[in-house]
C-alpha cells in the first residue's frame, strides 16, 4: 500500500510563474489536506478537501492560491504568480473517510523555491 | 480554540543521554495529542500519539510520552539517545470540528545528539 506521494519533490520558479503541486492520497482515503512550512518554522494548516469540495480554507492566502480535490486524479495545489515569500515546503497529508479519525498520513513534501 | 507550545528549538544532549522534548498545549476539548520526527528534506513521521487511552504512551524508536491534564503537557521523552534521534520533532494537537480533525503543530525542536 503506497503512502501518500507528492511530486515533483523538488519545484524552482521565476518570481511571476505558476506553480503546481501534485498529491496522490493513501488508497482509501478521501481527505487531503495541505500544509506550509516555511524555513524555521512549523507546519501551517492551508485547507482541507475532500473529493470535489473545498471543506476548510481559512489557511490560504487570500490571493494567488488555490486548491483542487477532483473526482479523478490527485490533489492540485496551483500558486499563481510565484514571489520570493512563497518559497517553502508543502506537504499533503491524507486521512480516511471515518471523520472521527485522529491521525494523518503526510507525503515528503514539495520544496518550492522562487528565484 | 487550540495551539501547541514547544519550550526550546534546539536541544543538545550527549549520545546515551536522556532526551527530553518539552511540549504544552492549550485545547478547548479534550485534544488528541501527537509526536511527529522530520529526517532533513523528508516529510513527517508518526512517532505516537494519544487519544484518551492510557495517559502514558508508547511510539516508536523507544520514544514514549505521558499525558498529563493537570499540567497541559505532553513532554516527549527517551531514555537513551542514539546518532540516528538527530531530526525535527513537531508536537501536534488535534480535535474535533467541523466534521474532522484540525491539527495544529508546534514549530518544531531540533534536536541535537553529540557524540
Same mark, same amino acid.
Given at each position: 500500500?503506497?503512502?501518500?506521494?507528492?511530486?515533483?519533490?523538488?519545484?524552482?520558479?521565476?518570481?511571476?510563474?505558476?506553480?503546481?503541486?501534485?498529491?496522490?492520497?493513501?488508497?482509501?482515503?478521501?481527505?487531503?489536506?495541505?500544509?506550509?512550512? =516555511?524555513?524555521?518554522?512549523?507546519?501551517?494548516?492551508?485547507?482541507?478537501?475532500?473529493?470535489?469540495?473545498?471543506?476548510?480554507?481559512?489557511?490560504?492566502?487570500?490571493?494567488?492560491?488555490?486548491?483542487?480535490?477532483?473526482?479523478?486524479?490527485?490533489?492540485?495545489?496551483?500558486?499563481?504568480?510565484?514571489?520570493?515569500?512563497?518559497?517553502?515546503?508543502?506537504?499533503?497529508?491524507?486521512?480516511?473517510?471515518?471523520?472521527?479519525?485522529?491521525?494523518?498520513?503526510?507525503?515528503?513534501?514539495?520544496?518550492?523555491?522562487? =528565484? | 480554540?487550540?495551539?501547541? *507550545?514547544?519550550?526550546?528549538?534546539?536541544?543538545?544532549?550527549?549520545?546515551?543521554?536522556?532526551?527530553?522534548?518539552?511540549?504544552?498545549?492549550?485545547?478547548?476539548?479534550?485534544?488528541?495529542?501527537?509526536?511527529?520526527?522530520?529526517?532533513?528534506?523528508?516529510?513527517?513521521?508518526?512517532?505516537?500519539?494519544? *487519544?484518551?487511552?492510557?495517559t502514558l504512551v508508547k511510539g516508536i524508536n523507544g520514544f514514549e510520552a505521558e499525558f498529563k491534564k493537570s499540567e497541559t503537557s505532553f513532554h516527549l521523552t527517551k531514555p537513551s539517545?542514539?546518532?540516528?534521534?538527530?531530526?525535527?520533532?513537531?508536537?501536534?494537537?488535534?480535535?474535533?470540528?467541523?466534521?474532522?480533525?484540525?491539527? *495544529?503543530?508546534?514549530?518544531?525542536?531540533?534536536?541535537?545528539?553529540?557524540?
Open positions: 500500500n503506497a503512502g501518500v506521494m507528492q511530486n515533483p519533490r523538488h519545484l524552482v520558479r521565476r518570481r511571476g510563474q505558476e506553480a503546481r503541486l501534485r498529491c496522490s492520497p493513501m488508497k482509501g482515503h478521501s481527505h487531503v489536506y495541505w500544509y506550509r512550512q =516555511l524555513p524555521e518554522e512549523g507546519l501551517k494548516f492551508m485547507v482541507y478537501l475532500q473529493k470535489e469540495n473545498i471543506i476548510d480554507e481559512s489557511g490560504m492566502p487570500k490571493e494567488r492560491f488555490s486548491a483542487e480535490f477532483p473526482k479523478e486524479g490527485p490533489s492540485i495545489l496551483r500558486i499563481q504568480q510565484v514571489v520570493r515569500g512563497d518559497s517553502a515546503a508543502y506537504f499533503c497529508a491524507s486521512s480516511p473517510r471515518d471523520p472521527s479519525y485522529n491521525e494523518q498520513f503526510f507525503g515528503p513534501g514539495t520544496r518550492l523555491t522562487v =528565484l | 480554540a487550540q495551539s501547541v *507550545t514547544q519550550l526550546g528549538s534546539h536541544v543538545s544532549v550527549s549520545e546515551g543521554a536522556l532526551v527530553l522534548l518539552r511540549c504544552n498545549y492549550s485545547s478547548s476539548v479534550p485534544p488528541y495529542l501527537f509526536w511527529y520526527v522530520q529526517y532533513p528534506n523528508q516529510g513527517l513521521q508518526l512517532l505516537l500519539k494519544y *487519544t484518551s487511552a492510557a539517545a542514539h546518532m540516528s534521534d538527530a531530526a525535527e520533532y513537531f508536537c501536534a494537537v488535534s480535535a474535533p470540528g467541523g466534521g474532522y480533525q484540525k491539527v *495544529t503543530f508546534g514549530i518544531g525542536t531540533k534536536l541535537q545528539v553529540i557524540p
